[in-house]
C-alpha cells in the first residue's frame, strides 16, 4: 500500500469515527437531559463564584475526569469552557459538551498540550470560566497535570476545586471510573474557596500541585457528606 494510499484511508476512518461520534453525541445528550432533569442538585458555597462570574472574572474549575457528567449537565449554557483532548477518544465527549453549551479548549497535557495552555489563556482572558480535568484525558486515575494551574496563574483568574457526590450512580469500568447518577438521585456539588495560585513563574505554579490536590480531595469528602 502507497503512503497516499494509506493516508487516505486513515482520513476516511477519521472521518468515520467524527461522524459516529456526533450520532452517539446526540442520541447521549437526550439521554442525559432525561435522566440529568431527575436528578436533585444540592449546590454548596456556591456563591463567591457566582459573584465572580456575575462581575465577569475569569474562574479556572478543578475537577476530576470521572466527574466530568455531572458539570457538563448541572453547568450547561452557563459559558463554560472544557479542555477536551484531541484524541479520538475524546471525541464524543466534546460533541456532548459542545451540544450542553460549552465551548471547547482542544488538547491535553499529553497530546496538543502547548495548543491547549493557549486556548486555556485566550478563554480566561475573554472572561470565561475554564473546567479542567487534571488527570484528563487518559490518567492516570488521579494524576496532576499542572496546565490549568499555569494557565490560571498566567492570568491571575482563581482556582476553584470542583467537587460531586452521588447518592445513587454508574460507574464505567474505564481508568477514570467515570460516574453517571442514576435518575432521581441527589447530587451534591461543593465548590471551594477561590484561590489564586501562588508564586511568580510557571515552575511555582505546578509546584502548587500539592496544595490544589488537597483542595480537590477536602471538596470530595465534603460532597460525600
Known sequence: MTDVAAAGQGDARSLADAKRARWLSLVGVWIIRLIGVTWRVRMIDAGPVDR???DGQPVALLLW???LLPLLYIMRFQSIACLISTHKDGELIAQVAKRLG???VRGSSSRGGDRALLGLVRALKDGFTIAVTPDGPRGPYRSFAPGALIAAHRVAAPVVAFGVHATRAWYLKSWDQFMIPKPFARV???LDTPLLVPGETARDAADA???FFDRMAMVATRAAG
Open 209 to 211: 500541585i500539592p496544595l
Open 102 to 104: 460549552c465551548v471547547l
Open 65 to 67: 475526569h470521572g466527574q
Open 52 to 54: 465572580l462570574r456575575h
Open 188 to 190: 451534591t456539588v461543593v
